[in-house]
């Protein structure tokens, strides 16, 4: 009955930028403006992710610039001091990294981005090499599922173990990611399963249900009191 989730491992980018521990700070600035990301991850070995190093990291440098000639007093008014200092990606670095596997499904990928607020993860392997990245926007991508696509499996998963024989069919349309699902069932009490089955599903941006009740049976006719009655 549950709608197939979808994994990091489908729209990572597998080519990643990274940079190692020994990597001067201006080249980790070259990197971000080449490759026009806002952090790369940080290896070392056989590509064992030890750090990831953001603009966020790099720009308490910035902020010491401009700094008063007592060296030790701006460093404390600094938000990172000890990172105002740092040449090389190693002192740069924020460790340990936030990482994701690639059988991760996009709900959690997107849960560890928001809980950590950053906009990519290095894609690491059971032993923390690096496989790929996924960004905010490699998220995103899940919503260009095409509407029919996504209304097929809703018809294939959802609604057939969820109300099966219904008085009159339930039909799946969806436009724009909206999914309206209309007709008539046997059990209202399913409705709210229904929503949360169908918003599940990858793609879907907004649930519409338009599922009644069976329609009440006729009460049988009573004879007319005092006449005749039918033979």
């Known amino acids: 009955m549950y ?4 994994h990091v491992c489908e729209v990572m980018t597998h080519a ?3 940079v190692s521990r020994d990597t001067a700070f201006k080249e980790i600035v070259r990197t971000l403006e080449q490759w026009k990301v806002s952090a790369v991850p940080v290896l070392e070995g056989e590509g064992r992710v030890i750090g990831v190093v953001s603009e966020a990291d790099l720009l308490p440098k910035e902020e010491f610039r401009d700094g008063e000639p007592d ?9 990172d001091p000890g990172k105002a200092g740092g040449v090389t990606a190693e002192e740069l670095m924020s460790t340990p990294a936030v990482t994701v596997h690639p059988d991760a499904t996009l709900a959690e990928a997107a849960a560890a981005m928001a809980r950590r607020h950053v906009k ?20 995103l991508k899940i919503f260009l599922r095409s509407d029919e696509e996504i209304a097929e499996e809703i018809r294939r998963d959802i609604v057939p173990p969820l109300f099966p024989a219904p008085p009159e069919p339930v039909e799946v349309t969806v436009a724009d990611g909206v999914v309206t699902l209309s007709g008539r069932v046997r059990d209202t009490s399913l409705l709210p399963v229904a929503a949360r089955l169908v918003r599940a599903v990858e793609g879907v941006v907004d649930v519409e249900l338009e599922l009644p009740g069976p ?17």
């Open 3 to 6: 709608a197939t989730a979808h």
């Open 16 to 18: 990643a930028v990274a």
């Open 71 to 79: 060296r030790d007093e701006e460093l404390r008014r600094l938000s």
């Open 120 to 139: 990519r993860l290095p894609v690491v392997n059971d032993q923390g090499l690096l496989e790929g990245i996924v960004s905010r926007s490699d998220l």
């Open 215 to 231: 329609l009440p049976r006729s009460a049988p006719q009573e004879p007319p009191r005092g006449g005749a009655r039918p033979v």
